[in-house]
């Protein structure tokens, strides 16, 4: 604690970093140790004296401290770093110089993708993906293109931060196309080009991507493609619905289900009806019926015969409206109606009140209707 460590304790502690290897959770304490005792006095010099110690002592440990550190130092050390004939070194100061105002920052990043230590070529590529600096979109291309790039690990990284910077400006033209780019690298013999590939895709936010984004969801369930797949579609949102909801309407399609449920999830009321006919076709399947719950804001799993009352709620109920759903949803379960508009975003103070009186006190289903129409909002869970 800074109250209770002395100046004179920083030597100690870097001394300590760097006699002799420590194990991960003896050279977080130390860091942070060193930290304590610099106090308010942490600056460039004390920071340049930190990082020498991790370089020296801890190469095994170093690297998961070394970028914040360095940031610290502010741009003369961010800068030096990037210089440094250690790889570690300048490695570290890659998150620095994406995040640095200073007219060579750029540049010099744009020089450590091209690295000849490849942790050091990754590391600037995923600094450049984290801070988006779109102005390296260039750098990143080129590390993406299997021709040009023998290194699986810096390939991957410039997958990912590709992914992670989005779509180009309007009116760009790439030549080949950024999803070409993409796709290109799925049945890449390296199993790690083909999860980059697929985590990229999930960030980069294309809607003509839902195609290749929903053939992921036939991999294997929980594999980081399966994985990537689901996250992609569920991020472009409505933009994925259409494709979505034309592989719902099949009923021989082998991904109807995983389409089901993103959709579900999503709270889109247009796939209601074939949500239960499949529920129709599959009535001892207790996560889609929990989809029904939540989707239409009514738990008759408790019914004799479910698959016959949510058909006779179907019949009744107002057509593709999630929303009338919901708020009948909750006066079932004693909830007032929300105010007029209360739920037209943004959602103001009301509305939020609103849902959150369901998260803490409603049943099951509304809860979790509850909890994904705060995220839909954007708005923090309480």
């Known amino acids: 604690q800074p109250g209770l460590a002395q100046p004179a304790d920083f030597e100690i502690w870097t001394q300590r970093l760097a006699s002799a290897a420590l194990e991960p959770g003896e050279v977080a304490f130390a860091v942070a140790g060193a930290r304590a005792a610099a106090g308010p006095i942490f600056g460039t010099a004390q920071v340049r004296k930190l990082v020498e110690a991790l370089l020296a002592g801890q190469p095994a440990q170093a690297q998961s401290h070394l970028p914040a550190l360095v940031a610290e130092g502010g741009p003369e050390l961010v800068l030096v770093l990037a210089a440094d004939s250690r790889a570690p070194a300048r490695a570290a100061s890659a998150a620095g110089l994406a995040g640095l105002e200073h007219p060579d920052a750029l540049e010099t990043l744009r020089r450590l993708t091209l690295d000849r230590d490849e942790a050091v070529a990754a590391a600037a590529l995923h600094a450049i993906g984290a801070r988006r600096a779109t102005l390296l979109r260039g750098a990143v291309r080129t590390r993406c293109m ?25 009116g760009t033209l790439e030549e080949p196309g950024s999803l070409a780019l993409f796709l290109r690298a799925f049945g890449d013999a390296d199993p790690r080009i083909e999860e980059a590939a697929a985590d ?11 195609p290749v984004l929903m053939s992921l969801l036939s991999r294997p369930e929980g594999s980081a493609l399966e994985l990537a797949g689901r996250t992609g579609l569920a991020r472009l949102g409505v933009a994925a619905w259409d494709d979505l909801l034309r592989i719902s309407k099949s009923s021989t399609h082998p991904l109807r289900r995983s389409a089901l449920l993103i959709l579900a999830r999503q709270g889109c009321a247009q796939a209601c009806r074939y949500l239960l006919e499949y529920y129709t076709d599959h009535a001892s399947d207790s996560e889609i019926a929990f989809e029904l719950c939540v989707l239409t804001c009514h738990d008759l799993r408790a019914a004799p015969d479910p698959v016959q009352a949510w058909w006779d709620w179907w019949d009744a109920a107002p057509r593709d409206d999630g929303r009338a759903w919901w708020i009948a949803g909750a006066a079932r379960a004693g909830f007032a109606a929300p105010p007029e508009g209360a739920l037209d975003a943004p959602v103001g103070a009301a509305g939020r009140a609103w849902i959150e009186q369901q998260l803490e006190r409603g049943p099951e289903h509304l809860a979790e209707r509850a909890r994904r129409a705060l995220a839909l909002y954007g708005l923090d869970t309480p």
């Open 146 to 170: 299997a021709e040009q790039e023998p290194s699986a690990l810096v390939r991957a990284a410039a997958l990912r931060a590709l992914g992670a910077l989005g779509l180009p400006p309007d």
């Open 200 to 210: 990229g895709l999930a960030a980069y936010g294309d809607p003509a991507a839902a």
